[in-house]
């Protein structure tokens, strides 16, 4: 518990920082961190379903489709203040979970993860298809900051808090979930389902409440980035290569830490600006830099698959324990 | 209008098919799910385009990029899937997942994001010459993809290798204890798929183009068929794809812009009313 809180206070304050230094020290634009901090938010609410509860999904991404457009739309259509339209949001998130979870997860093993890959793409085609709702394929814009009184947050300085600030709560709140009670009891469905099931842990509900849980907090973040992404969004950042993107983090950060994945997230955000720069000293353009970097992921995320299924950071706990 | 519908949904459902036969043969031999085999055809059509630019005689060029994308997915089994013995089904699609993902960018490195365009096979004939009401090169689309499908069936029923590998996916312990290497015929399976995808590649590219993007929805839409029909079930494939093929053209003729729902949502109801798919048996 100790060690922990610890581990907690570096992460914060890593994160207090961090953008003071990329703004002062290297003169780099904060977005790549904004960005992480949303990625934080989805891989550690997808750890809590793939690496707790041993529910693989891979249509994560798609509740923070949701949670954006539910709260775009909110803002676009009808004008309500960021107030109602973050809790209408990540309510639409809870919606959905619960929605779309209570069929997919009587579903088991590779028959979830096609589920659950199909309703992300599902839910891509649709933001893509119902132009009338969602803009199309152009996509909403004219988002409103988020206001409060006369004070516009529009700054990339206070995006940034904003975002991270829920991003931290998320990562304590989720570690503190998953060595609570109901953590302990997901795990036990985790290793072995019937033997769960045979003392007394009620299976299939905790699977559904989980993920209806994480699917909130994805949808919450779906909130936060309609308001915080410059006015901005479109489907094509609710693709298919978010949710694989998303699966990477936590695959990367070891399946069964909530650090670990908020570890993933950061490294998987950061490191396409790493390769940007050095594309830029090749003289290559921005998409094949995107390709190059899809390429380097992917090449990882096997690797990770054949060499360590259970990712770095479990290694060293199992050890350590 | 109704027959218009029809025949568009016909070319769709042969193509779905094929690639729904692709995904059905890799489940039957590995019970893997290669969710890379929209790539295959994508890798088909763009290496045809390049074969066509040698000036190498058309007719030629179906079967040599079925050869090159076949030995493609020979590597990619040997370097990817095999070495990952101790993968669960869930981890083997997400390689499989990265594996699409590194074909794609690749081929938009080497590609670039052109479109191109291979001429019909039947150019030297006067522009709008038909059978029948039919485009000639429709009827080769159709007909090559009937034939493949045929030719495949007869290589699974009647040749040695081609029991061996039916007997590797009826049960893997038993058809290593007769002698035959489960680890082989996974190889053969992906060759063959990948080939398969390779031709549909070439075949459909001079009607549809080729585009590195092009193997996502393909693919999804083949998987969708091999799903609905049941997971390595050939007969259910060729099923599935048909009913996604009228279904989506069916859709189109309504309301186009959701076309690329249909394939899913049809998906996702058979996966939750009947998991085996229509043709499978009880779960």
Redesign the interface.
Known sequence: MRRDLKKGVIFALIVVTAPFIFRYVIFYPLEPLLRAGFFVMLAVSLSLVVGLAGQISLGHGAFFGIGAYTAGIMATKLNLPFFLTIPIGTLSGIIAGFLIGYPVLKLKSYYLALATLIIGIATYEFFKAADSLTGGEMGLYNLPNIQIGKIEFYSPFSHYFIVWSFALLTVFFCDFFSTSPVGKRLKALHSDEEAAECVGIDVFGLKLKVFVFASAIAAFAGTLFAHCSYGTIYPGEFDVGLSIKIITMVVLGGMYSVYGAAMGAVIVSLVPEVIRRIGDFFYMDLTQVTHINDIIFGIILILFMIFSPEGILAKKEEKSA | MVLDILIHGLEWASIYATIAIGFSLIFSASRI?N?AQGEFVMLGGLIGFSLYSTHLPLFLIPFLSAAIVASVGIVLERV?IS??K??????????T???S??L???A??VWG?HTFRIPSFFAHLPAGTQILFFDLDYILIVGSCFVSIIILGLFLKKTRLGRALRACSMDPTGARIVGISPEKMRMLSFSISAGLGGMVGVLIAPVFYANSDLG?NLG?KG??AA?LGGMGNIPGAIVGGFIIGISEAMGASFAS??K??IA??L??FV??LK?RGILGGRS
Do not use: E, G, K
Not at chain 2, 86 to 95: G, N, Q, Y
């Open positions: 799910i969710l990817a070495p990952a101790r993968a669960s089904p869930t981890s083997l699609i997400i390689i997942i990265a594996l993902v590194i794609r960018s690749t938009a490195l994001p996502l999804i998987f969708c799903v812009s959701y690329d729902i899913p949502v998906m996702l996966l939750y998991p």
